[in-house]
Nanobody, 116 residues
Framework: QVQLVESGGGLVQAGGSLRLSCAAS????????MAWYRQAPGKERELVAS???????YYADSAKGRLTISTDNAKNTVYLQLNSLKPEDTAVYYC??????????WGQGTQVTVSS
């Protein structure tokens, strides 16, 4: 079993930055792929970025150039750096543990609100 706990969300003005953290426990963290999703009000949850155990990364088009996913295996933590934030980035951000078939464990989510 994997436990995921996100932190780092908050209220920020457009153009600002935040760094989200997701602390994982329960398994050897470095052996697995991790991802960040987000869900805006009235919208479906969407994949924002992912990172494999080999540090390969994927970004949604909306994230490219502004968001960066990274890991610290010693701390069992995955990060999402959000820069140049826009009001449309407002959402609850979730980290997820990935398998070949998709996410199987989720964190509780952290709210990011970007004011214009």
């Amino acid at each position: 079993q994997v436990q995921l706990v996100e932190s780092g969300g908050g209220l920020v003005q457009a153009g600002g930055s935040l760094r989200l953290s997701c602390a994982a426990s329960g398994r050897t963290f470095s052996m697995y792929a991790m991802a960040w999703y987000r869900q805006a009000p009235g919208k479906e949850r969407e994949l924002v970025a992912s990172i494999t155990s080999g540090a390969g990364t994927y970004y949604a088009d909306s994230a490219k150039g502004r968001l960066t996913i990274s890991t610290d295996n010693a701390k069992n933590t995955v990060y999402l750096q959000l820069n140049s934030l826009k009001p449309e980035d407002t959402a609850v951000y979730y980290c997820a543990h990935l398998t070949t078939y998709g996410p199987d464990y989720w964190g509780q989510g952290t709210q990011v609100t970007v004011s214009s």
